[in-house]
């Protein structure tokens, strides 16, 4: 199977604290791999250096056999890497389907600040660009809200809506941050449906999540962080059986669940 990122001794510092230290591991194509561990583990580090928002003390990540070095985070986005945010990152002012298209235009020729003026042969993509924003606004759980605000979702459908967002380009790599934070119970098992659905249509997603539940379900391979270095490496099964990540991740007399 193709490997399609590999970090490499990813290590970044915080006024002299590593916040993560030596990281390394590879995703692969239509994989999807979760980081998990403690708050404070340095999972979202791990997102901001990947996707260009932090620069790492040491270590690289390279990403289709290319290196991610200097770039910034519109040129990795181009590449083929988008995200979603802990830290909801819409616009609240948009509609649903403004916003899904917003993520859409960086695949297309037009671009996101040429679609606001008349550009020639911007009419028939910007079409495009709308039929399949309303698929994945469907797609994602949001069938009917594509008018409102996207500030009018309750929190847990903005989730959706960012992810319907980062996918909107077509990205070979999503990473996703907290996806089922605010989501009831109904909802996280139809999100996790969904990221099942797009590993089988060949997507890779790099996932980090708390709720355990779905972790276990929809992960190929899981990596268990503490205090900025990695524990762990394996399968669901030999994650929730390691010694290790029952002692520094859930207690000692607890398992995963």
Sequence with gaps: ??????????TRYFGGVAAVKEISFQVQEA??????????????TVFNLITGLL???????????????????HQIAAAGITRTFQNLQLFGNMTVLENVMAGAYLKGRTGFLKSLVTWPGS?????LIRREALALID??????????PAAALPFGRQRLLEIARAL???????LLDEPAAGLNSAETK???????RLREEGKSMLLVEHD???VMEVADRIMVLNSGEAIALGTPAEIQANPEVIKAYLGEDERVA
């Design 1 to 10: 199977m193709e490997v399609l990122l590999e970090v490499e001794g990813l």
């Design 55 to 73: 620069a790492p003390d040491a270590g690289s990540v390279v990403f289709e056999g290319k290196s991610l070095a200097g770039l910034k985070p």
């Design 123 to 127: 009419s028939r993509e910007e079409k």
């Design 190 to 196: 139809e999100l996790a449906g969904y990221l099942k």
């Design 168 to 174: 909107a380009s077509g990205p070979r790599l999503v």
């Design 139 to 148: 797609e994602v759980g949001l069938a009917g809200l594509a008018g409102l």
């Design 31 to 44: 994989e999807i791999f979760a980081l998990i561990g403690p708050n404070g583990a340095g999972k979202t």
């Design 212 to 214: 355990m539940e779905t």
